[in-house]
């Protein structure tokens, strides 16, 4: 079994001192605010550049929920991005409609796992775009 905390805090702490991720695949880290705890969280995810934003898919690796980060920012959408050689805040705004859908085809036909994710459930992975503020 993948003990993914542990996981993450090896591909934060690789980005942190790189500067990305050693896959190279295009990796920011988020951090929000726990939504129950007021805690403050950090995950590395797969991004998509889209004009001046960043735009992130909650995938939860295809389970039945929403993944904790997604909750979080839903409560608190100002969040904290690690991108690209820089720090800042920024907006999470929820993508819908048409937008969604084309970022999502974008990202799946870059990133085929993606599909494969959505493919083990009904429900529509939410997609974020986080503008800076």
Partial sequence: M??????????????RANGRHGD?????????????????????MLFLADDDRYVVF????GAPGHPDWYRNLV???????????EAFTAHAIEVTGAA????FAKQAK????????QSK???P?????LQRV
């Fill in 100 to 103: 969604r859908d084309r970022l």
């Fill in 58 to 61: 909650a995938a939860n690796g």
């Fill in 24 to 44: 190279g695949l295009p990796t920011l880290l988020l951090t929000t605010t726990g939504a129950r705890t007021g805690r403050r969280h950090v995950t590395p």
């Fill in 121 to 123: 459930t009904s429900r």
């Fill in 75 to 85: 409560a608190e959408p100002s969040v904290d991005v690690e991108a690209d050689g």
């Fill in 125 to 129: 992975f939410p997609v974020i775009a």
């Fill in 110 to 117: 870059a990133f085929p796992r993606l599909a494969e994710h």
């Fill in 2 to 15: 993948i003990d993914l905390q542990a996981m993450n805090e090896r591909v934060i702490a690789e980005f």
